[in-house]
C-alpha cells in the first residue's frame, strides 16, 4: 500500500528567525541540495556564511540588490543585480558564490531574494551573469506549453561544482514537469539529481494581465510516486501547492504540476547530486509518448510569460 509522506512543506514551514524559507540538506533529509530565501527591507543588510556549500544569490522580487562575495583574505567582488519585481514579471540577474566565502547582501528596496545552495568542495570564482546571458525558452505545446529559464542550467553555466536550477512559468489551466520524470539513479536511470521544488502563484486578472509576484488566492497540483523498480517506501503524493510552498523530490517520478486556471504557476527548481551537473532525466515509460504528440501542435501564444531580454 502506498503513503503520503512529508515531502510536501507547505508555506510557513520552513520559516525560521530572519528568512521565509530555510531548508539545509540535513532538513531535507538527503546531502546535496538547500534553499534559502529571504523577505528584505530597503537599506537591510544581511551576510550569509558559505560553510561546504556553494550558492546563487536569485532575486525574486527585490531591484537594486549590492551583493559582495568575500573569499579567504582577498578583498570582497561587489556586484549590482538589477533584479525583478517579481517572478511573473521578468527574468532576472544573478551571482554565484564559491564555497568558503561570504555573501553580503544589502537591499535597495522590499523583496524577497533566494539562495539556491548545493554541498560543495571545490571552490570556484565568484561570478555575475546578467539576464541575457541564458536561454529562455519554450518547452512543450498547447496546454503542455511553458517557460523555462535556464539559469543554472550547465551548458548556460559551467563556474560551479554541484549547484544546479532553473525557472519554470506556466500559465493557468496548463500542465509542467509533464511526461513525469524522475533522476533518482534507481534501476535503468543512471542520473542522480536530490531536486526542490519552489512555488509561487500568481493571478490573472480579467485582461489577462499577471500580477507580478505571488497571491494568496491561488493553487496548482504537484504529483511525485515512486518508480516500480525502487526498493525503497512506495510514494504516491498527489497535493494542492500554494503560494510559497515547498515540495522535495529525493526519489521518483515527478509531475505534472498543473496551474489552475486563473492563477499562473512559478517554480524554482534547485538540483544537485553526487556526479557531475546535469539536467539529464529518465520519462515515466507509460507517459514518454506524450512528447511526440506535440509534434505539430501550436504553443499556447501567452508563454513566455515575462519578458525575453
Given at each position: 500500500?502506498?503513503?503520503?509522506?512529508?515531502?510536501?512543506?507547505?508555506?510557513?514551514?520552513?520559516?525560521?528567525?530572519?528568512?521565509?524559507?530555510?531548508?539545509?540538506?540535513?532538513?531535507?533529509?538527503?546531502?546535496?541540495?538547500?534553499?534559502?530565501?529571504?523577505?528584505?527591507?530597503?537599506?537591510?543588510?544581511?551576510?550569509?556564511?558559505?560553510?561546504?556549500?556553494?550558492?546563487?544569490?536569485?532575486?525574486?522580487?527585490s531591484t537594486g540588490l549590492?551583493?559582495?562575495?568575500?573569499?579567504?583574505?582577498?578583498?570582497?567582488?561587489?556586484?549590482?543585480?538589477?533584479?525583478?519585481?517579481?517572478?511573473?514579471?521578468?527574468?532576472?540577474?544573478?551571482?554565484?558564490?564559491?564555497?568558503?566565502?561570504?555573501?553580503?547582501?544589502?537591499?535597495?528596496?522590499d523583496g524577497e531574494v533566494?539562495?539556491?545552495?548545493?554541498?560543495?568542495?571545490?571552490?570556484?570564482?565568484?561570478?555575475?551573469?546578467?539576464?541575457?546571458?541564458?536561454?529562455?525558452?519554450?518547452?512543450?505545446?498547447?496546454?503542455?506549453?511553458?517557460?523555462?529559464?535556464?539559469?543554472?542550467?550547465?551548458?548556460?553555466?559551467?563556474?560551479?561544482?554541484?549547484?544546479?536550477?532553473?525557472?519554470?512559468?506556466?500559465?493557468?489551466?496548463?500542465?509542467?514537469?509533464?511526461?513525469?520524470?524522475?533522476?533518482?539513479?534507481?534501476?535503468?536511470?543512471?542520473?542522480?539529481?536530490?531536486?526542490?521544488?519552489?512555488?509561487?502563484?500568481?493571478?490573472?486578472?480579467?485582461?489577462?494581465?499577471?500580477?507580478?509576484?505571488?497571491?494568496?488566492?491561488?493553487?496548482?497540483?504537484?504529483?511525485?510516486?515512486?518508480?516500480?523498480?525502487?526498493?525503497?517506501?512506495?510514494?504516491?503524493?498527489?497535493?494542492?501547492?500554494?503560494?510559497?510552498?515547498?515540495?522535495?523530490?529525493?526519489?521518483?517520478?515527478?509531475?505534472?504540476?498543473?496551474?489552475?486556471?486563473?492563477?499562473?504557476?512559478?517554480?524554482?527548481?534547485?538540483?544537485?547530486?553526487?556526479?557531475?551537473?546535469?539536467?539529464?532525466?529518465?520519462?515515466?515509460?507509460?507517459?514518454?509518448?506524450?512528447?511526440?504528440?506535440?509534434?505539430?501542435v501550436a504553443t499556447d501564444?501567452?508563454?513566455?510569460?515575462?519578458?525575453?531580454?
Amino acid at each position: 500500500m502506498t503513503m503520503e509522506v512529508p515531502w510536501h512543506l507547505p508555506a510557513g514551514s520552513l520559516a525560521k528567525a530572519g528568512s521565509l524559507i530555510t531548508l539545509t540538506p540535513a532538513d531535507a533529509g538527503w546531502r546535496y541540495s538547500g534553499l534559502q530565501v529571504f523577505s528584505f527591507v530597503a537599506g537591510e543588510t544581511r551576510s550569509i556564511v558559505l560553510d561546504g556549500i556553494e550558492a546563487a544569490v536569485i532575486p525574486l522580487s527585490s531591484t537594486g540588490l549590492t551583493v559582495d562575495v568575500a573569499v579567504g583574505d582577498a578583498a570582497a567582488v561587489s556586484f549590482t543585480l538589477q533584479g525583478r519585481a517579481g517572478v511573473f514579471a521578468g527574468v532576472t540577474d544573478w551571482v554565484y558564490a564559491p564555497t568558503g566565502s561570504i555573501v553580503t547582501i544589502t537591499a535597495s528596496t522590499d523583496g524577497e531574494v533566494a539562495l539556491a545552495t548545493a554541498k560543495a568542495e571545490e571552490a570556484f570564482p565568484p561570478a555575475y551573469l546578467a539576464a541575457d546571458s541564458y536561454p529562455v525558452t519554450v518547452r512543450g505545446a498547447g496546454t503542455s506549453t511553458r517557460q523555462v529559464n535556464l539559469q543554472g542550467h550547465p551548458d548556460s553555466f559551467a563556474g560551479a561544482q554541484r549547484l544546479v536550477w532553473c525557472e519554470v512559468l506556466t500559465p493557468g489551466g496548463n500542465w509542467s514537469s509533464y511526461p513525469p520524470h524522475r533522476h533518482d539513479g534507481i534501476g535503468d536511470c543512471p542520473w542522480e539529481n536530490e531536486e526542490i521544488y519552489y512555488f509561487r502563484i500568481g493571478k490573472e486578472d480579467l485582461q489577462g494581465v499577471v500580477s507580478p509576484h505571488g497571491s494568496a488566492e491561488g493553487f496548482g497540483i504537484h504529483r511525485t510516486y515512486t518508480a516500480p523498480e525502487d526498493q525503497g517506501m512506495p510514494v504516491d503524493a498527489t497535493v494542492e501547492v500554494r503560494d510559497g510552498d515547498v515540495f522535495l523530490v529525493p526519489r521518483g517520478y515527478h509531475g505534472p504540476s498543473i496551474a489552475a486556471p486563473g492563477y499562473p504557476m512559478y517554480y524554482l527548481n534547485v538540483l544537485a547530486g553526487p556526479n557531475d551537473r546535469t539536467l539529464n532525466f529518465c520519462d515515466d515509460p507509460t507517459h514518454a509518448w506524450i512528447r511526440e504528440s506535440w509534434n505539430g501542435v501550436a504553443t499556447d501564444p501567452r508563454v513566455p510569460i515575462t519578458p525575453v531580454p
